[in-house]
């Protein structure tokens, strides 16, 4: 039998919260619609949830890593109060310009939580809304990748050199054509959930 999926990978911006630009100040964390709920279906189903998020803001010198800190302890106490946990959190702080390799799209973030936290590829999945992020999970080798529409999706989709019709939660791709082409293309986060487990495709190992 194919693997199940036990691993979910998030970004941040646009995905789970609003994308402000450099996010540097936890008092405008502003949670998308149904993001906090969806990840609780996901977490409840018993999923491992993973944050994955490029923050080059510190790199340029927009923010500190402590105003980065703090932001995610506000993201993690309010999710949390969602009944919503997060197994481990990786980012890259640098500036493109520094040709790091923990920057999406290039693997090394998935590659340290593969290590710290002995993860599968053939068990995990990536959402966001870039294809950054995509293309981010295709060079990790992992299962899915779901790009959703909320953020900076719909622009991002456009760059997609593919026809999609009209659809009214998510659409499955049939073939991954591109090495930035997702596997799923999803109206929000909630829908992602929705695929994930309404197909079944989540691995039901309660918390």
């Known amino acids: 039998m194919p693997e199940k999926i036990k691993n979910i990978l998030l970004d941040r911006d646009g995905t789970i ?4 630009n450099y996010m540097s100040h936890p008092e405008n ?6 993001a906090a ?5 996901l977490y ?3 999923m491992k949830l993973f944050l994955v998020t490029n923050q ?16 995610q302890d506000k993201l993690r106490s309010e999710l949390g109060k969602s009944g919503v946990f997060f197994a481990s959190e990786a980012y890259c702080p640098h500036d493109p310009a520094d040709l790091c390799s923990c920057r999406k799209p290039d693997p090394g973030l998935w590659e340290q939580l593969q290590h710290s936290e002995h993860l599968l ?11 950054a992020d995509i293309k981010f999970g295709l060079n990790s080798g992992l299962k899915y990748t779901i790009l959703v529409l909320t953020g900076k999706g719909s622009r991002e989709m456009d760059k997609l050199d593919i026809s999609v019709p009209d659809f ?3 659409y499955e791709l049939q073939d991954v054509q591109t090495p930035h082409t997702p596997h799923v ?3 929000d986060l909630q829908a992602a959930a929705n695929w994930i487990l309404d197909t079944g495709m989540g691995a039901n190992n309660k918390q």
């Open 121 to 131: 590829p053939e068990e995990s999945l990536i959402i966001g809304d870039k294809l």
């Open 56 to 71: 080059s803001g510190i790199g340029r010198g927009y923010f500190s890593h402590q105003d980065f800190c703090k932001v």
């Open 17 to 20: 919260i609003r994308d402000m």
């Open 37 to 41: 709920n969806s990840l609780y279906r």
């Open 29 to 34: 964390i502003v949670f998308l619609d149904n």
């Open 168 to 170: 009214k939660d998510f």
């Open 44 to 46: 409840s189903s018993g």
């Open 185 to 187: 293309i999803a109206r």
